[in-house]
């Protein structure tokens, strides 16, 4: 099999990220109608299936035979060792709120690496991209995350899971976490805070929880901007912990993680 060309990959995955962003936006009509899934917080709007079913389709359209990986159901490995990891509406609840802070998010992976990612905020109309060893962009303006030293001087994002003892495991960290740091924000979608780390508008980022389509393009778009990624103890990013850090403050939040226990199990 030829290995896709990114540029190409790009190409699409922007497109596609745009037409959905567009398609959720004019969707939006206030707190409307929701179905829940996981959990009673955990909510998925027509908005969610409608900008997943244009992604699937596309992609499809495009790209007959590669795998999809979708939040809202999508699941196909494909047979052309590309697979697109998507979240439709990373930050659903704000969507329902009326909160501008939601994006679509598309990780483009290659023989199993991302190779690609996309995270499109239509209410902002800003667009993040990365093509690994070729850099991150915000509107084609090349990002490189902030340089901080000090973790006392450190803006931290993180998020909270939608099951109950998985919150009160995360809340159980923040009397340690927020002493420490100059502050804790709390934005509701895991995709863009992993841009922002990007785009220095935070220093650091942690979440425990976290879906592959969450952070499959944010953790690519990090990277590439200089940003140092992982999960706790020398193990990669993943559901058990994602750590996006600029690197001078990576290890001091890392230890202080690693001294919480903070990606042991909830229960
Ligand atoms: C959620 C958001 C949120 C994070 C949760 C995710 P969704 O994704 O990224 O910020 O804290 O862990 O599940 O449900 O809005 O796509
Ligand atoms: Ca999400
Ligand atoms: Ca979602």
């Given amino acids: 099999m030829t290995r896709p060309d990114p540029a190409d990959l790009l190409a699409l995955a922007v497109d596609l990220a745009r037409r959905a962003g567009s398609l959720a936006l004019s969707m939006h009509a206030g707190l409307g109608r929701f179905d829940t899934k996981s959990t009673p917080t955990d909510v998925v709007t027509a908005a969610d299936r409608a900008s997943e079913a244009l992604l699937v389709e ?3 359209t495009a790209r007959p035979g ?3 990986l979708g939040e809202e159901g999508a699941s196909d490995e494909g047979t052309t060792g590309v697979r697109w990891v998507i979240d439709p509406i990373d930050g659903t609840v704000n969507y329902l709120y009326g909160l501008p802070q939601w994006a679509v998010s598309i990780g483009v992976e290659v023989d199993g690496t991302t190779a ?9 109309d800003e667009l993040f991209t990365a093509v690994r060893g070729g850099g991150a962009a ?3 303006r090349p990002l490189r995350c902030n340089e901080v030293s000090e973790l006392s001087q450190t803006l931290v994002a993180t998020g909270f899971g939608y099951d109950a003892q998985r919150r009160a495991a995360q809340a159980a960290l923040l009397p340690t976490v927020l002493p420490a ?5 709390r934005v509701g979608a895991g995709a863009l805070d992993l841009c922002a780390v990007a785009a220095g508008r935070v220093d650091a980022y942690y ?3 976290l879906s592959p389509w969450d952070m499959s393009a944010g953790l690519l778009i ?4 200089g940003a140092r990624v992982g999960g706790l103890r020398g193990r990669g990013p993943s559901g058990d912990m994602v750590v996006a850090a600029s690197p001078g403050v990576f290890d001091a939040l890392h230890d202080l993680l690693v001294s919480l226990d903070a990606d042991a199990a909830p229960f």
């Fill in 138 to 140: 915000l509107d084609g």
């Fill in 58 to 60: 596309g992609i499809r």
């Fill in 116 to 124: 690609v990612g996309v995270v499109y905020d239509p209410s902002k």
């Fill in 222 to 225: 990090a990277t590439e901007a």
């Fill in 207 to 209: 979440e425990q929880g």
């Fill in 181 to 185: 740091v100059r502050d804790i924000r």
């Fill in 66 to 68: 590669d795998g999809v």
